[in-house]
């Protein structure tokens, strides 16, 4: 879940991150804790929307556009330090939509909320019906639905499958 201030950043730069073929996987302020002396950071991982693995360039780029939106926009009160990088091969799973597109795929996800009295499952992500994803646990294949409400964390899972579609 993005809060408002996330949301409000999300909608000023989505358009000019597609215009350059970049799609926002996940975007968050992290709070620089306890320590008062540490700014926030404004993290926003991308992906080429071309499915080309994304380059330092590609980040370079990226940074500098947000970077002139922010400037402009002046959403965050505080200093805060920019964070543009990819979403990496253990990619977060944030959207419903992300949870069509990597069918097939080993995942793992944690939960707000324990179901059959766990909060952590991995297995392959059969897909999404309704609100809810379908996964398939390794050791019986049996089949749970999990609500993508109650999600709090997920992301792919690095397999030798998974290695092999990334060297090709």
């Not at 926009?73 to 990597?102: Q, T």
């Not at 097939?104 to 952590?120: C, E, M, N």
Request: glycine letters at 4%; a negative charge.
């Amino acid at each position: 879940m993005q809060t408002a201030l996330e949301q409000q950043i999300y909608d000023a730069l989505i358009d000019t991150l597609k215009d350059l073929g970049f799609d926002i996987v996940r975007l968050r302020i992290l709070d620089g804790g306890s320590d008062v002396s540490r700014n926030k950071v404004l993290e926003v991982l991308i992906e080429r929307l071309d499915g080309v693995h994304i380059s330092v360039k590609d980040c370079r780029s990226a940074s500098h556009h947000i970077s002139a939106i922010l400037d402009v926009e002046d959403m965050i009160s505080s200093n805060y330090n920019l964070e543009v990088s990819s979403a990496g091969v253990e990619r977060p799973l944030v959207k419903l939509a992300d949870f069509v597109k990597y069918k097939d795929y080993v995942i793992l996800i944690k939960l707000q909320k324990a179901v059959s009295d766990s909060k952590k499952y991995q297995g392959t992500l059969l897909g999404v019906e309704g609100d809810d994803i379908l996964l398939e646990l390794p050791k019986d294949k049996a089949v749970i639905k999990l609500d993508f409400a109650n999600i709090k964390e997920a992301k792919l899972v690095l397999t030798e499958e998974l290695f092999r579609k990334i060297i090709k």
